[in-house]
């Protein structure tokens, strides 16, 4: 398994359990943060945004 399939793995789990059942909607929509990006286009900075929300930092 490439590093990038652990990445997106990761990424899956990680929107599953901070965003419920949100987390495929969340996946698949273009991100500011994100430059217009989807979560899934960037995995290693989508993963960045959900352990900030996770830890309570939204800036």
Do not use: C, N, Y
């Amino acid at each position: 398994m490439s590093i990038e399939e652990k990445r997106a793995q990761e990424l899956e789990r990680m929107a599953q359990d901070v965003l419920g059942k949100d987390a495929e909607r969340w996946l698949e929509e273009p991100h500011p943060v994100l430059a217009g990006k989807t979560p899934r286009d960037d995995a290693e900075q989508a993963i960045e945004i959900l352990q900030r929300i996770r830890h309570g930092i939204f800036a």
